[in-house]
């Protein structure tokens, strides 16, 4: 068990619809990350928040926004889904100074579109 | 345009055997280097790392070594087991700003270990 919790586990919708994933980072940590996880692209960098703040941001479709919230819990909103959309996301998060400059994965949340 | 790659999309090896996983990335301005293992279902789990300014880290039977003129990275698994069957993510990382920045992975090698 990382630490880092996600939900939900599942998540089926149509196109068209918005979704949100939440994440929960191991306690202390101040930094969370967003990953997307598709068959065919792997595993790419979305979004990261350092304590409350948008830090960097990766591949991250304009369809697609986060937040991070006082209590570190970040969001994760997907609108106007479209079919491709389907993939696994993960939500990661690390501490400041970490030794082996780690991240700490949640289980993920799978999300079909139909 | 892959910045870190791992060209062997699968890797099978006996039970007791050494693993060698393979990864290659192309800037050479990244500070740390990782490998995680992922299971069907769960997310990545974190494995080893090295520091751009290592040429070798050891963790029990996990080594990783760095060839950074080759712009190169190894994972050594020794012996193998078959608990050790999963895909092997390779991830490098830049980091700014005094925080971690963000993880830039490769596509994944399954390895499978065959008693």
């Known amino acids: 068990d990382s630490g880092v919790t996600q939900t939900p586990k599942h998540l089926i919708t149509a196109t068209g619809q918005r979704v949100t994933l939440r994440c929960s980072p191991r306690?202390?940590?101040?930094?969370v990350y967003w990953y997307q996880q598709s068959l065919d692209q792997g595993l790419q960098f979305l979004i990261q928040?350092?304590?409350?703040?948008?830090?960097a941001k990766g591949n991250i479709l304009e369809r697609f926004s986060a937040q991070q919230f006082p209590d570190l819990h970040s969001e994760l909103n997907l609108s106007s889904l479209e079919l491709g959309d389907s993939a696994l996301y993960f939500c990661?998060?690390?501490?400041?100074?970490?030794?082996?400059?780690?991240?700490?994965f949640g289980p993920g949340t799978r999300l079909t579109v139909l | 345009d892959q910045q870190v790659k791992q060209n062997s999309p699968s890797l099978s090896v006996q039970e007791g055997r050494i693993s060698i996983l393979n990864c290659d990335y192309t800037?050479?301005?990244?500070?740390?280097f990782l490998w995680y293992k992922k299971y069907p279902a769960e997310g990545p789990t974190f494995l080893i790392s090295?520091?751009?300014?290592?040429d070798k880290n050891e963790d029990g039977r996990f080594t990783v070594f760095l060839n950074k003129s080759a712009k190169h990275l190894s994972l050594h698994i020794v012996p193998s087991q078959p608990g050790d069957s999963a895909v092997y993510f390779c991830?490098?990382?830049?980091?700014?700003?005094?925080?971690?920045?963000?993880?830039?992975f490769g596509k994944g090698t399954k390895l499978s270990v065959k008693p």
């Open positions: 990661a998060s690390s501490a400041l100074g970490s030794e082996y400059n780690e991240q700490f």
């Open positions: 306690s202390g940590d101040l930094s």
């Open positions: 928040y350092y304590n409350g703040e948008e830090r």
């Open positions: 800037n050479s301005m990244f500070d740390y």
């Open positions: 090295i520091s751009s300014i290592k």
């Open positions: 991830a490098a990382s830049l980091n700014y700003g005094g925080s971690q920045g963000n993880l830039i």
